[in-house]
């Protein structure tokens, strides 16, 4: 093998040293020593590659304006969430890094995504099942693709081989926190095993135009295992996320190099794999023949598309001194914020009261415009008196008990009217559509009016 070397460098000031220390002689910190790479014998891809047009480097600087723009070359996916979430489609060359809690599908969503590819050949990777595991799962899946080559396989160097035996149109790694590299000591998944392994991979989709799906761990709380760093290095970032006792998954883009990072994918997991759902306002509304009270209907929005989802309410008389507050899909403390505006503005006694919110589906909503919908729920689960099954809410409650406007009203207008909602209740100061609509519009300035408007 060519030269190669390692040294060890310090994560918080950069000090290097020939061997690992626990505290850095420089900045004192403890615990902050990396391996790294020096030299490495490098695999050129190009050299066998097919070459691809749209990474090839400028040689010297170049005036934007004489940049070529090349047209859109997106490869659109068959998986229409998937593809949308990805801003239209997958650009070549581009890394995708998708993170999710274990057992929650991630394997399952990209082994379905390789089988739809039926005229590319897909490299799928892993390094945490053998072969058969992954062809029984392919069994489960409606999808099957001649040209889908599984590698069990997790040094980066003999990958690297396949890739130019293979020549592969896309890959997936299954997950980067299996690869290894030979050229390092450390354990698969450690911090500088990561890096590494995810930098050959980067190298390897940039040189030669391929897209490639990387699978990662995430850590307990929350974030992809592994240096923060690896966010960094790729171009799109997923979160497969959802509740694993629920059916429904979302798909989440938290950083996008092509495309918004506000979409949403959202997945049915059924027992042949994970299906689309186009129009999730349906599901995310609980049939059911008489109103209840506690529930409310709000019309959000997430990415580009509106949403019509339930927020349930239980308010009870806390038994405890100190009463609970807990929210299942909702910001707690601004569930804690609305709670002292119900109590200063409106007048209910609150501060005795245990208040549970749940967000139906396992949804998880940042979109403000709820608010409303939020506190119509807890005040017709506190008064026990039921809103009509008929009626939805949209607006942003402000500390003053005001409502803010929401932004894409028409939107949210024509989605509550295409599922049969007969009336709305919105900011006085939302500019309405021109058209009108079908729908009948209440518009208020303040929550007190909503709840002389609904409970007399
Ligand atoms: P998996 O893709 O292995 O999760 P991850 O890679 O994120 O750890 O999926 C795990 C779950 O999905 C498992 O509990 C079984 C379930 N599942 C189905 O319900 N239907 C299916 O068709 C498949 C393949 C899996
Ligand atoms: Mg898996």
């Not at 010297?60 to 998937?82: A, S, T």
Request: glycine share 8%; aromatic share 6%.
């Amino acid at each position: 093998m060519a030269k190669t070397s390692t040294s060890f460098f310090c994560k918080n000031c950069g000090a290097s040293s020939t061997k690992w220390v626990g505290k850095c002689t420089s900045c004192g910190e403890w615990n902050t020593y990396v391996e790294e790479v020096i030299h490495k014998e490098k695999i050129d891809y190009k050299s066998t590659w097919k070459e691809s047009s749209n990474t090839q480097r400028a040689l010297k600087p170049v005036p934007i304006n004489q940049v070529e723009q090349k047209n859109d070359v997106r490869l659109v996916l068959k998986d229409g969430e998937f593809s949308r979430v990805l801003g239209g489609g997958l650009v070549p060359g581009s890394v995708i890094l998708i993170g999710g809690e274990p057992g929650i599908g991630k394997s399952t969503l990209l082994l379905q995504i390789a089988l739809q590819f039926d005229n590319l050949k897909v490299l799928y990777i892993s390094g945490e099942e053998s072969d058969t595991q992954i062809k029984m799962r392919a069994e489960r899946l409606p999808y099957t693709n001649d040209n889908c080559y599984l590698f069990t396989e997790t040094s980066t160097q003999k990958i690297g081989k396949a890739f130019q035996e293979l020549q592969p149109d896309i890959v997936i790694v299954d997950s980067i926190q299996t690869l290894q590299s030979e050229l390092i000591d450390a354990t698969p998944g450690s911090i500088s095993q990561v890096k590494e392994t995810a930098g050959d991979m980067i190298r390897f989709a940039k040189e030669t135009g391929t897209p490639v799906f990387l699978i990662g761990h995430i850590t307990k709380d929350g974030t992809i295992a592994g240096p923060k760093l690896l966010e960094h290095m790729v171009d799109t970032v997923l979160q497969f996320e959802g509740d694993r006792h629920h059916v429904y998954r979302i798909l989440r883009t938290t950083k996008n190099r092509f495309g918004s990072t506000s979409e949403i994918g959202i997945y049915e997991m059924q027992n042949g794999g994970l299906r689309e759902v186009s129009n999730p306002s349906e599901i995310l509304i609980s049939q059911r023949d008489e109103a209840l009270s506690g529930v409310t209907i709000a019309a959000t929005i997430e990415g580009m598309r509106p949403l019509l989802i339930e927020t349930q309410a239980l308010v009870s008389q806390a038994v405890y001194g100190t009463p609970q507050r807990n929210s299942n899909g909702y910001d707690t403390k601004r569930l804690n914020m609305l709670l002292a505006i119900l109590e200063k503005k409106c007048g209910l006694r609150m501060g005795m009261q245990d208040v549970f919110i749940n967000i139906a589906g396992g949804l998880r909503v940042e979109d403000p415009g709820i608010d409303l919908g939020i506190v119509a729920a807890i005040v017709s689960s506190y008064e026990n008196i039921a809103i009509d099954s008929k009626i939805c809410f949209v607006g942003e409650v402000g500390l003053s008990g005001e409502i803010r406007a929401v932004n894409r009203i028409e939107q949210r207008l024509s989605e509550a009217e295409k599922l049969g909602f007969t009336t709305i209740y919105l900011s006085k100061f939302n500019k309405l559509p021109k058209q009108s609509t079908g729908i009948k519009i209440i518009q208020i300035s303040k929550i007190d009016e909503m709840l002389s408007f609904l409970f007399g």
